[in-house]
């Protein structure tokens, strides 16, 4: 393993890249493969290959690999299916280190061709040593190297994250990338594996481990070829970083459908289900929740235990809060004596002043709400605060008053929000706040606290991972080389 | 009950407001309610009573109600609730026809004389016969007749739409405003119930049944004080229009929440589950899933069963819509022969060409793309469409290409979409096809699922509610006088 982890290095951090069939013609994805690499400001040196071509796009052109002057670190390769074996032969000629495979048309058709045409190439790679994303996929993104080799060039306008998402569709990663737009978080890398010829999720995995710049690794899931090994190599990091999965293929339809996709079956739901968890897999039921799941594990402290405490400008955000923190595993716990006095202090007998707190009387007086706050960041019978506060014109200056608070403690405890308000009034605060690794906001209660207890969730796993490290040794995959 | 329903349309249509407790104080909610009534253009006349102020943010004031030289429909109430009492007294000289009553500490506060406080305030509005919204709430707002009479100022910035949002929570409507705004769907009224003294869910679901500008009933509930006669009335006006109800209370720790916080024990979650669907009232379970399915409801057509097409400009997106359709109780079926014939004929073998479609090798071919949804709508084995597709730089003109389809389709059979691309590219097309009611768009697969699922609910609650007219003899309330 130790040669596909730093092929794969060459990869994400390939300091010169190879485009074979890159073109001019913007009716071929090798077009915009260029306009992906060129407009996402990649500092690297790009060889275009089109043995038609002496100039692409304002860059020479070279009639084939073997005609690049330099030492090509990854080859993209966006040409028809039939070519690219002797693609792969030109890239074991040239030493290429790693391949991005685009092309489609290998195992995922209907005729066998296409499943020899894809063992051919595997063989050919695993010879060579060459590791190879792909076939069949939209490419991938590093958005820390500003790398992105893949069709999309709108991918190089998403922000810098702690996420690497590890996707078997390319369709769900660019709604994810998308929905990270329009949200405001960022992605580390974001990883299309398509047909997984020669890497799969395991390796990717292993891989992104040592990877300082992925704080956490999503994953969409369709079907898996090796299931075991995703498992012992995700047991074997258990609690180094947090893994999330979201698994398709629950209808027989949808299995179907993923054969067709990616050329594996989806295989029975429930034993994926109860396998991850084995393996320390936190699991989510859709693209939206792996999101928010990641997005929390990403930026935010572990909370030391399930006790929360729900603070909220208002009564109901809490109980819908308090819903999904029981539902979702967390407790809504008793304050130890200390804060109960210090919130009877600053809240008027009308308001709720028992766990969850409904801060609502205390609008008008943001150093009331800020001493609720820290007296409840203090307790230590809390491990984490969920803070509910939707504006109102009577409360618009309570996010401008907790701010020196949050930002003070946010690194101790977790502090999950939904702090809401219409387009343009609490943006640039709460922005500000997210921004420093304060606060995590979502514009939900329910989905504030779902993404709270998946925290916690990592947590239990972290707890349990003791002494895995021997597993390491077991895999063969050398321990604490990064990449 | 018909006296309350021409009172409520006094309240929901009110042509001269009285703002009792107005000030010009930004520390006072009398304040907030004014600034509200003025800057949502409010085109009625606007009354503001204080015993102190001659003139109030540049309108004349008046000492009390009877000071008022002209009629008065409203009178929204801002004052201490020991005042209460005398206020509704007044509007009953005055002749007022209904109340807002936002003003706090009643049934909600630890104290016992909030209780009795509340009770005396109901059997003076009884025995006046004058209905009153509250007390403990932010207001109502109806965006159709410009009236915002809360205290919010921003609720008059919700564009105008189908859904009617009943809430016990003002923290819960506030928030679904916001995102309103934010994701661009729009509500006709959004009504804060508050403790409920004289109007409940019951009393609100028979005037909005009546209300032409209401498609559909959203609920946020907590707790009901009779349960009996909202399922009554549900039932009496099943299959008229959609009622969605999303219920906290589920924890022991929000059951007792829901008291402190609008006097009402939330209850036995499971018995409100079994008797909503009973009565017909669809149940989901967060707030964004209230407002996916209410926004699906005001917008759609309903599908005549549950078979849906999958078609998708990639496979995974569409597994994971298949997965969210079988889940929540649709199908994905096999089309008929002809549209199996023209798929065939459009699509190359290596694409899933079946159901759910992967129109991702036509990408290129708008017109492959625009055939294939067209026959598909064609098609009488399929009742509802769902449209995923996700840019790429090679698919950028493929919602343009589909414009003149859908707009032409849109109205016979329902076509829910999750089309994603970065802020900016596709925005404005699908926006104009949502607002041409051609199509309905969600962030993702899952949730444009999940939304079309509550279509097809709501089509099985309408086909089992036949000959239930008689019910709403029983409930005396009159039939067909609209509001």
Chains 1, 2 share one sequence.
Not at 381 to 405: T, Y
Request: glycine share 10%; net charge positive.
């Amino acid at each position: 393993m130790r040669n596909t982890l730093r092929g794969m290095d060459a990869i994400f951090n390939a300091r010169s890249v190879a485009v074979v069939g890159a073109s001019d013609d913007e009716r071929k994805l090798g077009f915009h493969v260029m306009k992906s690499l060129i407009q996402g400001g990649y500092s690297g040196t790009i060889f275009p290959i089109n043995p038609r071509k002496r100039e692409i796009l304002g860059m020479k052109g070279y009639p084939s690999l073997a005609h690049v002057p330099e030492m090509v670190d990854l080859c993209i390769v966006a040409l028809p299916a039939g070519l690219v074996p002797g693609i792969i032969r030109d890239c074991r000629e040239k030493g290429v280190r790693g391949v991005v495979l685009i092309t489609a048309g290998f195992r995922e058709i209907e005729d066998e061709s296409g499943g020899r045409l894809q063992d051919e190439i595997t063989s050919l790679a695993d010879e060579a040593g060459i590791p190879v994303i792909g076939p069949n996929t939209f490419g991938i993104v590093n958005l820390h190297a500003g790398l992105n080799a893949s069709f999309t060039p709108q991918f190089s306008n998403v922000k810098k994250g702690g996420i690497s998402l590890l996707s078997q569709s390319g369709g769900m990663s660019h709604m994810m990338g998308f929905l990270s737009m329009r949200d405001d978080f960022g992605f580390s890398k974001i990883v299309g594996l398509g047909n997984r010829c020669t890497i799969d999720f395991a390796d990717m995995i292993a891989y992104l481990m040592r990877d300082p710049a992925t704080r956490v690794i999503a994953m969409y899931v369709e079907g898996i070829d090796n299931p075991r090994r995703l498992l012992e190599v995700a047991k074997a990091f258990r609690g180094k970083k947090p893994i999330v999965a979201y698994k398709v293929g629950l209808s027989a339809v949808s299995d179907l459908a993923s054969k067709s996709h990616t050329g594996s079956l989806a295989g029975r739901h429930e034993l994926y289900e109860g396998a991850f968890k084995q393996a320390g897999i936190l699991t989510v039921e859709s693209s939206l929740e792996l999101l928010d799941a990641a997005k929390a594990l990403s930026s935010s402290p572990l909370p030391k235990g399930r006790a929360v405490a729900v603070l909220s400008g208002q009564a109901g955000p809490a109980m819908a809060a308090c819903d999904m923190c029981e539902k979702e595993g967390l407790r809504v716990v008793p304050f130890s004596g200390e804060t109960r006095r210090r919130i009877e202090d600053l809240l008027p007998p009308m308001a709720i002043r028992t766990n969850p707190v409904d801060m609502g009387p205390a609008w008008y007086d943001s150093r009331a709400i800020r001493g609720i706050v820290e007296s409840v960041l203090r307790d230590k019978a809390v491990d984490a605060i969920l803070l509910c506060i939707m504006f109102a014109s009577a409360n618009e200056g309570s996010i401008r008053a907790l701010s020196g608070s949050l930002g003070k403690w946010g690194r101790e405890k977790p502090i999950v929000c939904c702090l809401s308000s219409p387009p343009g009034i609490w943006d640039e605060e709460v922005e500000s706040l997210v921004e420093k690794g304060s606060i995590i906001n979502y514009p939900t209660p329910e989905r504030a606290a779902k993404s709270l207890s998946a925290l916690w969730k990592y947590k239990s796993v972290k707890e349990t991972s003791k002494g895995m490290g021997k597993a390491l040794e077991r895999l063969h995959i050398p321990k604490g080389r990064g990449p």
